[in-house]
T-cell receptor
Framework: EAEVAQSPRYKITEKSQAVAFWCDPI?????LYWYRQILGQGPELLVQ????????DSQLPKDRFSAERLKGVDSTLKIQPAELGDSAMYLC???FGTGAGNTDTQYFGPGTRLTVL | GEDVEQSLFLSVREGDSSVINCTYT??????LYWYKQEPGAGLQLLTY?????DMKQDQRLTVLLNKKDKHLSLRIADTQTGDSAIYFC???????????FGKGTRLHILP
């Protein structure tokens, strides 16, 4: 069964360092999402791509976070510099379509757990 | 904005039924979802229900939707130890069809 791949699974870094996370969506899925999940909370959307274009980054802290999906397939999320409050699980998801509906159901990767010391 | 509300914890004996409740916010939400998250893992789609349905059954899972009260529930029959996880309710909200998650209900199975 096709899955969303993410790496690394775990990342420990010191504050002020740069970190990067990678996501490979399910083949053929046009839409890719990055979420941040703080312990004890549900996921919150950071950025949404439709192919290589950003369609929603309203919740992305753009002073330190950046995301790209250059060829419309895999994606990288970067944080520079990392802060203590960035410690969380970063989840990537993908969907076939662009809007709500069962064809647009989001499938999640295993996540990257970031710890900032 | 308003939150999707769920109870934080639920304890159920193995073999009993579990019922996880959720109150969502957007009456025009077209789809409502239940996701399961096991420790250290991503979210796994369990089931979804279209807004014109009242009930959906899928093996041990039954979803009930009360649109008038904006209430969604997930019933797990014959709860097993493997059902121990956090269950997230999610709605589609707004013109841009954003998925909004609740904080999750942690299901604990008692022996």
């Amino acid at each position: 069964e096709a899955e969303v791949a993410q790496s690394p699974r775990y990342k420990i870094t010191e504050k002020s360092q740069a970190v990067a996370f990678w996501c490979d969506p399910i083949s053929g899925h046009a839409t890719l999402y990055w979420y941040r999940q703080i312990l004890g909370q549900g996921p919150e959307l950071l950025v949404q791509f439709q192919d290589e274009s950003v369609v929603d980054d309203s919740q992305l802290p753009k002073d330190r976070f950046s995301a790209e999906r250059l060829k419309g397939v895999d994606s990288t999320l970067k944080i520079q510099p990392a802060e203590l409050g960035d410690s969380a699980m970063y989840l990537c998801a993908s969907s076939f379509g662009t809007g709500a509906g069962n064809t647009d159901t989001q499938y999640f990767g295993p996540g990257t757990r970031l710890t900032v010391l | 904005g308003e939150d999707v509300e769920q109870s934080l914890f639920l304890s159920v004996r193995e073999g009993d039924s579990s019922v996880i409740n959720c109150t969502y916010t957007d009456s025009s939400s077209t789809y409502l979802y239940w996701y399961k998250q096991e420790p250290g893992a991503g979210l796994q789609l369990l089931t979804y229900i279209f807004s014109n349905m009242d009930m959906k059954q899928d093996q041990r899972l039954t979803v009930l939707l009360n649109k008038k009260d904006k209430h969604l529930s997930l019933r797990i029959a014959d709860t097993q130890t493997g059902d121990s996880a956090i269950y997230f309710c999610a709605e589609i909200r707004g013109r841009d069809d954003k998925i909004i998650f609740g904080k999750g209900t942690r299901l604990h199975i008692l022996p």
